[in-house]
């Protein structure tokens, strides 16, 4: 049995699914941290996330970066917590 491979274009779902297939935009911010500056590369999503984080806590993204580094595992790269800090923080909100 040999399976066929089919293109995006060849699937009959009504939306043409490329469209739908967008890389997010991706920026580069230094952040100062307590023991070094940290590049981080993060969606603009994510940013934008932060900066409203920020905005209404009255603080500022460093601040908040350097709260999620000192409380997440050693494993997890920083722009995996800081993502899943912005994700989390409005799933919280979502909910309430």
């Not at 967008?22 to 900066?51: F, M, Q, Y």
Request: proline content about 5%.
């Amino acid at each position: 049995m040999q399976f066929q491979r089919k293109s995006l274009s060849d699937v009959e779902c009504g939306t043409d699914l490329r469209s739908l297939m967008v890389w997010p935009t991706v920026v580069s911010r230094t952040i100062p941290l307590t023991d070094r500056h940290a590049k981080l590369r993060l969606e603009n999503a994510i940013w934008s996330g932060l900066d409203e984080i920020a905005k209404k806590q009255k603080r500022l993204v460093p601040d908040l970066c350097q709260e999620v580094d000192s409380s997440r595992p050693a494993t997890m790269p920083l722009t995996s917590a800081i993502r899943s800090y912005v994700l989390d923080y409005f799933r919280q909100a979502g909910t309430r």
